[in-house]
């Protein structure tokens, strides 16, 4: 990153996850069998109550074990958090399954380098 170029770099996860926080992603959720869980307030949460809206993928450097995905969520109630989870062949069951069920799933794009769009994650 650039000094004092107002551009946040999304290239790791805890970037992301900062970046997310202050747009006002400070929810923690997780899978289970029940469904989608926001663990401070401790509701649940099916597929048709959410909405993804972004999601980051992350792969290791040299471990393709490594790889993981961000999801940025707002529920039909308004809180809005963040779940991450391994991504392929290590990601969580619960997970893949409960995310291939929720229908509104958008994904914001990076502008190009050297585009004077900005990006609004």
């Not at 926001?38 to 040299?62: Q, V």
Request: net charge negative; proline share 4%.
């Amino acid at each position: 990153m650039e000094p004092n170029s107002g551009k946040i770099e999304m290239r790791t996860l805890s970037s992301c996850l900062s970046k997310l926080k202050e747009d006002g992603y400070i929810e923690n959720f997780m899978v289970n069998e029940y469904g989608l869980r926001a663990l401070d307030s401790e509701k649940y949460y099916t597929p048709a109550e959410i909405k993804i809206t972004n999601f980051f993928r992350f792969e290791g450097e040299s471990d393709p074990g490594d790889s993981s995905i961000l999801y940025s969520i707002e529920t039909n109630d308004g809180i809005k958090g963040t779940l991450s989870d391994a991504f392929g062949a290590y990601g969580d069951e619960h997970v893949m399954q409960f995310m291939t069920s929720v229908e509104e799933i958008m994904k914001k794009t990076l502008p190009k380098p050297g585009s004077t769009e900005s990006a609004n994650l």
